[in-house]
């Protein structure tokens, strides 16, 4: 765990370039044991809470997410609300053509539910005052934990795993028995903003940077796949070759370091399999040995892909600093955690590749980077989502007949934007008023946003920016504001109307070849949406060239993309003022055909007008 080093002293350290920097930290050591029979355990934990902001806390939050799986939840009501909620969670008990989803929550018995129940909570050996308030537990302390202090508390309660409604629970649909995510106490994150104590209601997370000691008793029969490095690793079942005697119970121990969430799965069918990235993490894959034969032979052909994503991230991204990966069948589709992920396992091959890209991917977007995911949720989900389909291109040669490989989100863009549905994407991720519009603003805009960046400042500043990202933003919890900066830094382009726009409002883009006369071409922007062009003039003699016209709220412009227009002719033109919605140029010689952004990347919702002559139908 000796990478991690410079890591950790980079998230202590005030770095230069935000002098004012902090963030609060964590110490988790746990000590569960699992009685299987009753889907229950027993908790007892130490967490060191350091408060390294300039406040005085007089209380500490906790989540406790297992609280969300009962009747009459906040999670419970919005299933029964929400015009079109998530499949998993519920029951059609009305037909296939007049569907009538009922909450599975609400049928939840009392041997089915989740809970925890705290016993008792102490700092310094006194007792403190707490409440439970559904998913949020508020402790009270008894001596003010000042700035620049840590305190110690220790936590006695007792857990029952919930029926698998949301990522985690037991017997999953795949016969898995226990997905343990999202299932201890969680301390809250407190930053500038206060303390953030949003009830769990299905979405995502938020959370401060931790180190894991994790002790989990259970009968020997299981085997147990977690976040971080498994300390006795060549004595547990499944990981070594030496025979076991029979024992009643046996304790796991798994250790990670600069995490923000810790989850693991316990099956006794688990096939332990390991491999090496070179220069990078031990993979471990964790499956049921019983799979059939045809999905056995998806993880298989998956893993030599795997290293190949694990390469392509380090050289585009930055490189993964813990020493550990695991991939655990288990949950309810594919959800990522710290240094780990909990994954469906009966899948094609591209399905599985897929999800594990996915979710390997968020080990940088949402564990290295921390963001808000109850806010800024398409950050986490639009740059993973980004990163995995820039990956599939490259190791998988996917969409390689098109001339936008990210064109699959754009078209979803497309179908909110015209759907009527769409809402800023600054919206909190609990507040979208349907599933639809989240999932499609989180997964595809978010994706778009990055995609249409490479457009505005140019490929190579926008890897470049990614890169410095990596190098200023690793181990903390950057905001948009903190992307924007560092983007603007790298291209010398100010983005302030981008981010404006695309992410709080929900404009659109719409500009259109007005007319060609000769040599003149006249554009008009049919929205109130301002965006550079890529102009691409095809002469009568055959030539081309690329016309490239800036805005004047960029104060500033990219290079010339080479990718794209290699070996024609680039002219820059003076910039069109945003609150202009017509522009003229004169190109060199008489024009036969004009294309707006050739490259597909601009994302403008109506194409049929940014050809001429238009094409025909």
């Not at 007049?98 to 009392?110: F, G, V």
């Not at 990210?406 to 769409?422: I, P």
């Not at 890897?463 to 905001?479: A, G, I, L, N, V």
Request: hydrophobic share 35%; net charge negative; with cysteine.
């Amino acid at each position: 765990m000796k990478k991690l080093s410079w890591l950790l002293m980079a998230s202590i350290c005030v770095p230069l370039s935000a002098q004012s920097y902090w963030q609060q930290f964590v110490d988790y050591k746990m000590d569960i044991h699992m009685q299987v029979d009753k889907f229950q355990y027993d908790g007892k934990m130490e967490v060191t809470y350091s408060n390294n902001s300039d406040d005085t806390l007089d209380k500490i939050y906790f989540h406790l997410y297992y609280n969300a799986f009962q009747p009459g939840s906040l999670m419970d009501e919005r299933l029964k609300s929400i015009e079109d909620p998530d499949r998993r969670m519920t029951n059609n008990v009305g037909t296939k053509d007049n569907p009538i989803y009922e909450s599975r929550i609400s049928k939840l018995t009392p041997e089915e539910i989740g809970f925890v129940k705290m016993n008792s909570i102490h700092q310094n050996g006194k007792a403190l005052d707490f409440k439970s308030m559904g998913t949020i537990l508020e402790v009270s302390l008894k001596e003010p934990l000042g700035p620049k202090s840590s305190t110690t508390l220790k936590l006695d309660w007792k857990s029952q795993v919930p029926k698998i409604i949301r990522r985690g629970g037991r017997d999953s649909s795949e016969g898995i028995d226990f997905s343990m995510t999202q299932w201890y106490p969680k301390i809250a994150q407190y930053d500038t903003e206060g303390w953030h104590l949003d009830e769990y209601i299905g979405r995502e997370f938020y959370a401060p940077f931790g180190n894991f000691d994790v002790k989990i008793t259970l009968p020997s029969n299981y085997i147990v796949g977690a976040s971080g490095e498994l300390q006795n690793e060549d004595s547990m079942p499944g990981y070594s070759n030496k025979k076991f005697k029979k024992r009643s119970n046996i304790t796991w121990n798994f250790k990670a370091e600069n995490i923000h969430d810790f989850a693991w799965g316990a099956d006794p069918d688990y096939v332990v399999e390991k491999q090496q990235v070179p220069n990078g993490p031990v993979l471990y894959y964790l499956y049921d040995k019983n799979l059939d034969k045809e999905f056995v032979n998806h993880w298989q052909t998956a893993k030599p892909k795997v290293v190949e994503f694990f390469q392509f991230m380090d050289k585009n991204f930055g490189a993964y600093p813990w020493s550990t990966y695991s991939i655990i069948q288990g949950g309810d589709g594919g959800m990522e955690y710290g240094t780990s992920t909990l994954i469906t396992g009966k899948r094609n091959f591209e399905s599985l590749l897929g999800v594990i890209y996915h979710e390997a991917a968020h080990s940088w977007f949402q564990h290295l980077f921390a963001f808000d995911e109850t806010r800024d949720e398409w950050m986490d989900e639009g740059f993973t989502t980004y990163a995995e389909a820039a990956a599939m291109a490259e190791i998988m040669d996917a969409n390689k007949n098109q001339i936008n490989p990210f064109q699959g989100a754009y078209n979803g863009y497309y179908h909110l934007a015209q759907s009527g549905k769409e809402e800023p994407m600054s919206l909190l991720a609990d507040y979208y008023d349907t599933n639809f519009a989240y999932s499609l603003a989180a997964y595809y805009k978010g994706q778009v946003y990055v995609a249409q960046l490479g457009y505005i400042i140019g490929e190579d500043a926008l890897k470049e920016t990614f890169k410095k990202f990596y190098e200023d933003w690793s181990m903390k919890h950057p905001k948009l504001g903190d992307f924007q900066k560092v983007a603007q830094e790298v291209s010398g382009i100010n983005l302030k109307w981008y981010n404006n726009l695309f992410v709080n409002t929900i404009r659109t883009i719409d500009y259109g070849v007005e007319k060609v006369e000769g040599r003149k071409v006249s554009l008009k922007n049919h929205s109130n949406f301002a965006m550079p062009l890529d102009v691409l003039v095809t002469y009568k003699d055959g030539s081309k060239e690329l016309f490239y016209i800036p805005i004047n709220a960029m104060r500033g412009s990219k290079e010339k993309e080479n990718k794209f227009y290699q070996g024609i002719k680039s002219t820059q033109l003076k910039d069109w003022g945003w609150t202009y919605d017509s522009y003229e140029f004169e190109a060199a010689k008489d024009v036969q055909k004009v294309e707006i952004d050739y490259t597909q990347r601009l994302a403008d919702v109506n194409r049929a007008n940014n050809i001429y002559p238009a094409p025909q139908p």
